[in-house]
């Protein structure tokens, strides 16, 4: 199973600025598409193909319901070709900054 739970399109998009932020976290696979995500101001757990729990217990994920950078992270690290893929818009915009 890949990571078809989680509806980009209705979260948003894959955000840059989260994309970006992600990129600094640290993610400590525990299971099974499960992560402990650490290096942020508070750490958190990611399961990104359990539909019993939410995919983040972060208030960016719970509250404003966004792929936010723990899941990011986790997608990272699972080979997400979605958000593999957005990788070059986001150097693109270090580029031209
Ligand atoms: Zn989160």
Do not use: Q
């Not at 509806?7 to 600025?17: Q, R």
């Amino acid at each position: 199973m890949n990571s078809a739970l989680i509806d980009f399109d209705a979260a948003g998009g894959v955000d840059l600025d989260r994309l970006e932020r992600s990129l600094g976290l640290r993610g400590e696979r525990v299971g099974i598409g499960r992560y402990r995500v650490t290096g942020g101001a508070h750490d958190h757990w990611v399961d990104l193909y359990s539909a019993s729990h939410p995919r983040c217990d972060c208030g960016d994920h719970l509250w404003r319901d966004r792929i936010c950078k723990h899941i990011m992270a986790a997608l990272l690290r699972e080979g997400n070709e979605r958000v593999l893929t957005t990788l070059p818009r986001l150097l693109a915009r270090v580029h031209a900054a």
